[in-house]
């Protein structure tokens, strides 16, 4: 094929690519919006009853919490880091890459600093059960 032929073929091949994204978007749109609801529904009624984790023969489902440490003010964020001597590791013009790491740090130890807000997110986990394992509690006598 030459160059016309590829680039007409590509044409092509990504207008067939949009129609089909578009129907399944459209498929799965309101399978999402279910989704969300029950695992909404599902969390609430854990919060209310007092339970972090229920097991059922077909899956576990726990209640969990996802902790993000937003940067509002960058500016702010690297004056703090500069005081505390930290600039060289997580500052190069702007925030580096290794700043992820000491943003999930704090994150995980609930802590913020200046430029920063804490925004944690509730979430469940389901988890299916190992298929070779017992779902019993097995205790042995000696």
Not at 66 to 80: A, G, N, W
Not at 93 to 111: I, Q
């Amino acid at each position: 094929m030459n160059l016309q032929e590829n680039t007409q073929k590509l044409w092509e091949l990504r207008g067939v690519i949009d129609v089909l994204s578009k129907k399944y978007d459209e498929k799965l749109s309101p399978l999402r919006a279910e989704r969300e609801k029950i695992q909404k529904e599902i969390i609430d009624q854990m919060k209310s009853e007092g339970q972090y984790s229920t097991r059922f023969s077909f899956a576990t489902v726990t209640l969990a919490v996802r902790k993000t440490l937003e940067v509002i003010d960058e500016t702010k964020v690297i004056k703090y880091l500069k005081k505390k001597k930290l600039a060289k590791e997580y500052v190069a013009l702007r925030l580096n890459e290794s700043f992820e790491a000491f943003r999930r740090e704090l994150a995980k130890n609930s802590e913020t600093i200046p430029g920063t807000n804490l925004r944690e997110t509730e979430y469940i986990s389901l988890r299916e059960p190992e298929v070779d394992k017992d779902r019993r509690k097995v205790t042995t006598e000696v």
